[in-house]
C-alpha cells in the first residue's frame, strides 16, 4: 500500500508531558483493555478469530521491535538486555517479566510475565489471550537477536494460570 | 449412598495425604465426573510431587486457580534457577521480590557475594599489579642474567683462549684461588691442580724463595699505602712444567684488595717468553760475544772488566791483567792467507779460554790482541799465567790447505791492578805498556809493569 495512513512511527506516541500537563502519562488500565478488547471484537467479527489473532501478533511484533529500538538498541548482552527489559517494563506497568530458561545458542528461551498488562484479572475463559504479547515479544527477541523468532503462550491468567508463560524459539535460518 | 459419599470423601483424603494413593473401587470409578476429579487430583498431586523433588521440567494440563498458583510457583523457581545461573556467571545485579523473606536472604547472598566478589577482585588486581611488577623485575633480572652470561661466556671464551694465563694468588695462604684454563698449555697442569697445590709447586725451589720473598714486601707496601692498586709490576718468573721441564714466563701483576674477604690478592696475567728470551739471550751473547772466537768482545770485556775492579775494591782482593798480542800477524796474514790469520786468532783464544778459570774474564779486544783479567790473582801468579800462556801458543801449530806449517807466537803485558786507586782503563794502559815492552825486547816474552 503505498499511500498508508497509519503508518507507526515512535512520533505518534506524542509529547504526553506537554500534551497531559495535569493528568500526566498514566492511566487505567480498564481503558487500555476497553480498546483492547473492543477492537477484538470488532476486528473479530469483521475478520475471523484466527485472522484477528494474526493481526493481534503482528501489531505486537510491531510494538516489540519500535520498543527495542526505543528502549534497548545497541545491547549485546544478553543479561543486560533482559535487566533493561525489566526495568522498563515494570516501569512502565506493562508486567512483571522474568526469564526461567535461555540457551541464546539454541535460541530457546522461556519467558514468564506476571501481573500482565492484557490479561491479569481477566476471569476464566479456557483459552490463552495474550497474543498481541506473543508478537511483542517476538519483536523485542528479534530485535536483540537480528533472528526469526515464533512465540507462544502456554499459560494465561485466562486459564487459570497466575503467570503467562511464553515460549519463545528461533526459526531456523532459511 | 451415604456408604458411597464416605468412600468417596475417604479415597480423595487419602489422595491427598497418603504416601501411596489407593486404587479406586469400581463403583466410583464408574461415576464418570468422579473419576476425573478424582484423576485431576492425582495430576496434581503428581505435579506437586516432582516440583517438590526439584523436577521444574514438569508440566501439567490442569487449569485453573490452584494449579495457576502451582505454575507460579514453578515459575518463580525456575526464575529463581535461571538467577542464579546468571550470578554463576558473574551478573550480580539479579534480584529477588516475589519470594518474600527468602528474596532478603537471596537479596542480601548475592550482595554479599559481589561484594565480596569486589574485594577478590581488588585483590586479584592488586596481586596482578604486584605480579606484573614481579614480571617486570623478573625480565630485567633475566635480561640482566642474560647479559651478564653472555659477559661471562664472553670473558671465559676471552681467558679460556688466550694463550696468556690469568690467576689470582692470595697473599696469605699462597694459594691460587683463580687460574685460567690457559695454563694448561703453559705448563702442563689443569687449574684444578694449579689451585690445589701451594705457590712454591708453580716454581724452581730458587724462584719460590724469590718471588714469596717479592710477594710478602709487595704486600707490606701495598698495606702500608707506598704500593697501590694502579700500579702494574712485571717479572720474570723460571715455572716448573709438568714434564719436568722449566718454562720462562712473564707475569704482569697488580696487589689488590678484595672487598669481599678483605685478604689481599695478587692479579695477574702470565705469558710464555721462552722463544722471546732465547731470542734476547742469543742477542745478549752476540753483543758480548766475539764472533770469530766465542769469547768475550771488547764492549763486553770493558763492562765487565771494570765492575770486577770494583769488585775488589769493595773485597780488597788482587786482580791482574794480562794483555796479548800475536807477533807479526800481519806477516801470518799475507804469508798464508786470512783464514789462516783467522784460525790462529781462534788458536790463541783456545788457548787462553784453557788456561782461564770460570771467574775470570777473557776477550778479544782487538784484532790480534787479547786481554785477560785475572781475579784474585797477583802479579807473581799472572807471570806464570803468561809463561805457561806463551809455551802453548808457541807450541800451536797449524797447517795450511796445501799442507804448509804455520807455527806462530805472542807477547804479553802484565800488571796487576792498584785496587784503591785504579780504573780498568789505567789497568790496560799499563799493561799495555808492558805489551810494547815486551814486542821492544824482542817478542814471544811477557814484562810486567812494575
Given at each position: 500500500m503505498p499511500d498508508r495512513k497509519y503508518r507507526f512511527s515512535w512520533d505518534l506516541i506524542g509529547d504526553i508531558e506537554l500534551g497531559r500537563p495535569?493528568?500526566?502519562?498514566l492511566m487505567r488500565i480498564e481503558v487500555y483493555r476497553l480498546m483492547q478488547f473492543a477492537f477484538r471484537d470488532v476486528l473479530e467479527s469483521h475478520y475471523g478469530t484466527a485472522q484477528t489473532d494474526a493481526l493481534f501478533y503482528e501489531a505486537g511484533k510491531l510494538a516489540g521491535t519500535a520498543f527495542y529500538n526505543r528502549f534497548c538498541s545497541g545491547i549485546t548482552d544478553l543479561n543486560e538486555f533482559v535487566r533493561t527489559l525489566q526495568e522498563i517494563l515494570r516501569e512502565l506497568g506493562i508486567g512483571i517479566m522474568r526469564v526461567e530458561s535461555a540457551d541464546e545458542e539454541k535460541g530457546s528461551f522461556v519467558i514468564t510475565m506476571s501481573e500482565d498488562l492484557d490479561c491479569s484479572g481477566l476471569p476464566e475463559l479456557d483459552y490463552e489471550v495474550c497474543v498481541y504479547d506473543e508478537g511483542f515479544i517476538a519483536g523485542l527477541m528479534e530485535g536483540f537477536t537480528g533472528r526469526k523468532f515464533k512465540v507462544k503462550e502456554v499459560d494465561c491468567w485466562c486459564t487459570g494460570d497466575r503467570t503467562c508463560r511464553f515460549t519463545a524459539q528461533a526459526e531456523e535460518k532459511a | 449412598m451415604n456408604s458411597e459419599l464416605d468412600q468417596a470423601c475417604a479415597l480423595l483424603r487419602k489422595t491427598l495425604t497418603a504416601k501411596a494413593p489407593p486404587g479406586m473401587h469400581a463403583d466410583l470409578a464408574a461415576k464418570a465426573e468422579f473419576a476425573r476429579l478424582h484423576e485431576e487430583l492425582l495430576e496434581l498431586r503428581r505435579f506437586i510431587m516432582n516440583i517438590a523433588s526439584g523436577d521444574l521440567a514438569t508440566s501439567t494440563s490442569i487449569k485453573g486457580y490452584t494449579a495457576g498458583i502451582l505454575k507460579t510457583l514453578q515459575a518463580n523457581l525456575k526464575h529463581m534457577t535461571w538467577q542464579t545461573q546468571m550470578i554463576a556467571s558473574g551478573d550480580f545485579s539479579q534480584r529477588l521480590d516475589f519470594m518474600g523473606d527468602f528474596s532478603k536472604a537471596f537479596n542480601a547472598m548475592t550482595a554479599r557475594l559481589e561484594a565480596s566478589l569486589q574485594t577478590i577482585r581488588k585483590k586479584e588486581e592488586k596481586l596482578n599489579r604486584i605480579n606484573a611488577g614481579l614480571r617486570r623485575q623478573v625480565e630485567r633480572r633475566k635480561r640482566a642474567q642474560a647479559a651478564l652470561t653472555k659477559s661471562e661466556a664472553h670473558y671465559r671464551n676471552l681467558t679460556e683462549t688466550m694463550k696468556d694465563v690469568v690467576w689470582i694468588l692470595d697473599?696469605?695462604?699462597?694459594?691460587?684461588s683463580y687460574v685460567s684454563p690457559s695454563v694448561e698449555r703453559l705448563r702442563g697442569f689443569t687449574p684444578e691442580e694449579i689451585m690445589t697445590?701451594?705457590?712454591?709447586?708453580?716454581?724452581?725451589p730458587s724462584e719460590a724463595v724469590r718471588l714469596k720473598r717479592t710477594i710478602e714486601d709487595n704486600r707490606e707496601k701495598f698495606l702500608s699505602g707506598?704500593?697501590?692498586?694502579d700500579t702494574y709490576l712485571t717479572s720474570e718468573i723460571e715455572q716448573v712444567h709438568k714434564d719436568g721441564s722449566s718454562v720462562w714466563t712473564e707475569a704482569i701483576t697488580r696487589y689488590v684488595k678484595n672487598d669481599k674477604t678483605g685478604v689481599v690478592e695478587v692479579h695477574g696475567v702470565t705469558r710464555d717468553i721462552s722463544e722471546r728470551r732465547t731470542l734476547r739471550l742469543e742477542l745478549e751473547r752476540q753483543a758480548t760475544?766475539?764472533?770469530?772466537?766465542?769469547i768475550a768482545n771488547r764492549r763486553h770485556f770493558l763492562t765487565t772488566g771494570q765492575k770486577e775492579i770494583d769488585r775488589c775494591k769493595r773485597h780488597g782482593c788482587t786482580l791482574s791483567l794480562l794483555m796479548l798480542d800475536i807477533d807479526h800477524f800481519k806477516a801470518v796474514n799475507d804469508t798464508f792467507g786470512h783464514a789462516t790469520g783467522d784460525r790462529a786468532i781462534q788458536a790463541v783464544a783456545q788457548t787462553c779460554c784453557k788456561e782461564m778459570r770460570s771467574t775470570d774474564l777473557g776477550a778479544r779486544i782487538g784484532g790480534e790482541e787479547f786481554a785477560l783479567l785475572l781475579v784474585e790473582t797477583d802479579l807473581n801468579k799472572a807471570c806464570s799465567v803468561a809463561e805457561r800462556l806463551l809455551a802453548q801458543v808457541e807450541a800451536i801449530e797449524l797447517f795450511t790447505e796445501n799442507g804448509r806449517s804455520v807455527r806462530f807466537t805472542t807477547s804479553i803485558g802484565v800488571a796487576e791492578c792498584r785496587p784503591q786507586t785504579e780504573t780498568l782503563s789505567d789497568l790496560m794502559v799499563r799493561a799495555d805498556q808492558a805489551l810494547y815492552k815486551a814486542k821492544n825486547m824482542g817478542r814471544n816474552r811477557f814484562e810486567c809493569f812494575e
Amino acid at each position: 500500500m503505498p499511500d498508508r495512513k497509519y503508518r507507526f512511527s515512535w512520533d505518534l506516541i506524542g509529547d504526553i508531558e506537554l500534551g497531559r500537563p495535569n493528568l500526566g502519562p498514566l492511566m487505567r488500565i480498564e481503558v487500555y483493555r476497553l480498546m483492547q478488547f473492543a477492537f477484538r471484537d470488532v476486528l473479530e467479527s469483521h475478520y475471523g478469530t484466527a485472522q484477528t489473532d494474526a493481526l493481534f501478533y503482528e501489531a505486537g511484533k510491531l510494538a516489540g521491535t519500535a520498543f527495542y529500538n526505543r528502549f534497548c538498541s545497541g545491547i549485546t548482552d544478553l543479561n543486560e538486555f533482559v535487566r533493561t527489559l525489566q526495568e522498563i517494563l515494570r516501569e512502565l506497568g506493562i508486567g512483571i517479566m522474568r526469564v526461567e530458561s535461555a540457551d541464546e545458542e539454541k535460541g530457546s528461551f522461556v519467558i514468564t510475565m506476571s501481573e500482565d498488562l492484557d490479561c491479569s484479572g481477566l476471569p476464566e475463559l479456557d483459552y490463552e489471550v495474550c497474543v498481541y504479547d506473543e508478537g511483542f515479544i517476538a519483536g523485542l527477541m528479534e530485535g536483540f537477536t537480528g533472528r526469526k523468532f515464533k512465540v507462544k503462550e502456554v499459560d494465561c491468567w485466562c486459564t487459570g494460570d497466575r503467570t503467562c508463560r511464553f515460549t519463545a524459539q528461533a526459526e531456523e535460518k532459511a | 449412598m451415604n456408604s458411597e459419599l464416605d468412600q468417596a470423601c475417604a479415597l480423595l483424603r487419602k489422595t491427598l495425604t497418603a504416601k501411596a494413593p489407593p486404587g479406586m473401587h469400581a463403583d466410583l470409578a464408574a461415576k464418570a465426573e468422579f473419576a476425573r476429579l478424582h484423576e485431576e487430583l492425582l495430576e496434581l498431586r503428581r505435579f506437586i510431587m516432582n516440583i517438590a523433588s526439584g523436577d521444574l521440567a514438569t508440566s501439567t494440563s490442569i487449569k485453573g486457580y490452584t494449579a495457576g498458583i502451582l505454575k507460579t510457583l514453578q515459575a518463580n523457581l525456575k526464575h529463581m534457577t535461571w538467577q542464579t545461573q546468571m550470578i554463576a556467571s558473574g551478573d550480580f545485579s539479579q534480584r529477588l521480590d516475589f519470594m518474600g523473606d527468602f528474596s532478603k536472604a537471596f537479596n542480601a547472598m548475592t550482595a554479599r557475594l559481589e561484594a565480596s566478589l569486589q574485594t577478590i577482585r581488588k585483590k586479584e588486581e592488586k596481586l596482578n599489579r604486584i605480579n606484573a611488577g614481579l614480571r617486570r623485575q623478573v625480565e630485567r633480572r633475566k635480561r640482566a642474567q642474560a647479559a651478564l652470561t653472555k659477559s661471562e661466556a664472553h670473558y671465559r671464551n676471552l681467558t679460556e683462549t688466550m694463550k696468556d694465563v690469568v690467576w689470582i694468588l692470595d697473599t696469605e695462604t699462597l694459594h691460587f684461588s683463580y687460574v685460567s684454563p690457559s695454563v694448561e698449555r703453559l705448563r702442563g697442569f689443569t687449574p684444578e691442580e694449579i689451585m690445589t697445590q701451594p705457590l712454591d709447586a708453580a716454581l724452581t725451589p730458587s724462584e719460590a724463595v724469590r718471588l714469596k720473598r717479592t710477594i710478602e714486601d709487595n704486600r707490606e707496601k701495598f698495606l702500608s699505602g707506598t704500593l697501590d692498586s694502579d700500579t702494574y709490576l712485571t717479572s720474570e718468573i723460571e715455572q716448573v712444567h709438568k714434564d719436568g721441564s722449566s718454562v720462562w714466563t712473564e707475569a704482569i701483576t697488580r696487589y689488590v684488595k678484595n672487598d669481599k674477604t678483605g685478604v689481599v690478592e695478587v692479579h695477574g696475567v702470565t705469558r710464555d717468553i721462552s722463544e722471546r728470551r732465547t731470542l734476547r739471550l742469543e742477542l745478549e751473547r752476540q753483543a758480548t760475544t766475539d764472533s770469530l772466537t766465542g769469547i768475550a768482545n771488547r764492549r763486553h770485556f770493558l763492562t765487565t772488566g771494570q765492575k770486577e775492579i770494583d769488585r775488589c775494591k769493595r773485597h780488597g782482593c788482587t786482580l791482574s791483567l794480562l794483555m796479548l798480542d800475536i807477533d807479526h800477524f800481519k806477516a801470518v796474514n799475507d804469508t798464508f792467507g786470512h783464514a789462516t790469520g783467522d784460525r790462529a786468532i781462534q788458536a790463541v783464544a783456545q788457548t787462553c779460554c784453557k788456561e782461564m778459570r770460570s771467574t775470570d774474564l777473557g776477550a778479544r779486544i782487538g784484532g790480534e790482541e787479547f786481554a785477560l783479567l785475572l781475579v784474585e790473582t797477583d802479579l807473581n801468579k799472572a807471570c806464570s799465567v803468561a809463561e805457561r800462556l806463551l809455551a802453548q801458543v808457541e807450541a800451536i801449530e797449524l797447517f795450511t790447505e796445501n799442507g804448509r806449517s804455520v807455527r806462530f807466537t805472542t807477547s804479553i803485558g802484565v800488571a796487576e791492578c792498584r785496587p784503591q786507586t785504579e780504573t780498568l782503563s789505567d789497568l790496560m794502559v799499563r799493561a799495555d805498556q808492558a805489551l810494547y815492552k815486551a814486542k821492544n825486547m824482542g817478542r814471544n816474552r811477557f814484562e810486567c809493569f812494575e
